[in-house]
């Protein structure tokens, strides 16, 4: 069975946007940029929520180096009941049922599948049990106010550390696996 990974960015107290969405603080390394290339061709498949893919849609496509073939290569499938269509190369678009098509891929045969950003569709799907590890890369910034990572988790989730690295950059990466699914 497939694992389904959600890969985080936060800030030091817990926001992966400021109020208004900014995410100018994601600046990363080129330590991160070789864990990133290496996470994404441990993968086939990338899941994001309506607002993460708008995002994304609208960066990679016209992005350049080996991180940018990877994003555009890979199958995507965006979940979202507002979005008319998915016009990202390889994207396809679900609009119902979010939790029984992310059962289904974990049953195929293949590599792992992640959640980029997306923090509330990655909370929902934590909600519904479907997430097995969480890759998050905490920043070296405290922005006080901004949209919390876990603000829809319903319940305690505990979880096992798996690993932890600093990065150069100041960067922490942790990585856990969900204990209680």
Known sequence: MRKLIAQELMSLDGFFAGLHGEVDWHRVGSEYEAYAQN???????????????????????????????????????????TLQEATWENTRLIQ?????????????????????GSADFSSN?????????????????VLGKGKPLFKEVQERVTMKQIHTQTLQSGHVQLFYQVKNK
């Open 96 to 116: 119902r049922n979010a939790e029984n098509e992310i059962s289904k891929l974990k049953q195929e045969a293949g590599k792992d599948l992640a959640i980029l």
């Open 39 to 81: 996470f994404l061709e441990s993968l086939d498949m990338l899941l994001f929520g309506r607002i993460t893919y708008q995002h994304m849609a609208s960066y990679w496509p016209s992005a350049t180096g080996n991180i940018a073939r990877l994003m555009n290569a890979h199958t995507k499938i965006v979940f979202s009941h």
């Open 125 to 141: 799907m934590l909600n519904a049990g479907l997430i097995d590890e969480y890759h998050i890369t905490v920043a070296p910034v």
